[in-house]
């Protein structure tokens, strides 16, 4: 089955605890992209990577970094969270070709950061 | 200042009628206006797009229309079915190099009720 794997689904951690939410896609898709969304403000793009390698920075990328080793994988760190931080965080894919902007979607991972 | 605006955080009809969900945007940049839909605890699902050279765009029970010169685009559900209870996302896209930047409303709570 096509799909985006986001894991955790629920998270709970304190400030300044270096976590790692993974993010899985098995269709071969070159484009990925991290989303948080919160209420009144939206979806809103944190960092994307257009193939392996090829990363840069959405519209709030402060706080959060990425790596894409793999085309599979695309994993957002949190070096060190912040209550600001806390949110509901969705991971996504694509096809570069074709197929423009109809992204595939994790489950999303619930962040707390206390 | 939100570029994409779904007004209506809500919208309740009866199941068989027909379900008009509405989008207003700003940026006469945009180029291609896609809808998404979202059930609890999954991430959003791409449901259906037009391109600005178009102005309708039909899939099944689901059509889009675009009114460029009042920069504004309806989902129209006919019939509307239990199973389309969901929240409903417009976004928007303009040519910005290769990233795959959505801009996206708020979203709209449908609820079809039997």
């Known amino acids: 089955e096509a799909q985006v794997t986001q894991n955790p689904r629920y998270l709970i951690t304190v400030t300044g605890k270096k976590l790692t939410v993974t993010c899985s896609q098995n269709?071969?898709?070159?484009?990925m992209s991290w989303y948080r969304q919160d209420p009144g403000l939206g979806l809103r793009q944190i960092y994307y990577?257009?193939?392996?390698?090829?990363?840069d920075k959405g519209d709030v990328p402060e706080g959060y970094k990425v790596s894409r080793k793999e085309k599979r994988n695309f994993p957002l760190i949190l070096e060190s969270p912040s209550p600001n931080q806390t949110s509901l965080y969705f991971c996504?894919?694509?096809?570069?070709?074709?197929?423009?902007?109809?992204?595939?979607f994790g489950s999303g991972t619930q962040l707390s950061v206390l | 200042d939100q570029q994409v605006k779904q007004n209506s955080p809500s919208l309740s009809v009866q199941e068989g009628r027909i379900s008009i969900l509405n989008c207003d945007y700003t940026?006469?940049?945009?180029?291609?206006f896609l809808w998404y839909k979202k059930y609890p605890a999954e991430g959003p699902t791409f449901l259906i797009s037009?391109?600005?050279i178009k102005d309708k765009n039909e899939d099944g029970r689901f059509t889009v229309f675009l009114n460029k010169s009042a920069k504004h685009l309806s989902l129209h559900i006919v019939p509307s079915q239990p199973g389309d209870s969901a929240v409903y996302f417009c976004?928007?896209?303009?040519?910005?190099?290769?990233?795959?930047?959505?801009?996206w409303g708020l979203g709209t709570s449908l609820a079809v009720n039997p």
């Open positions: 976004a928007a896209s303009r040519n910005a190099g290769n990233n795959r930047k959505l801009i």
């Open positions: 269709m071969n898709h070159e484009y």
């Open positions: 996504a894919s694509s096809p570069s070709k074709g197929q423009r902007l109809r992204l595939f």
């Open positions: 940026n006469s940049m945009f180029d291609y």
């Open positions: 037009i391109s600005s």
């Open positions: 990577s257009m193939n392996v390698e090829v990363t």
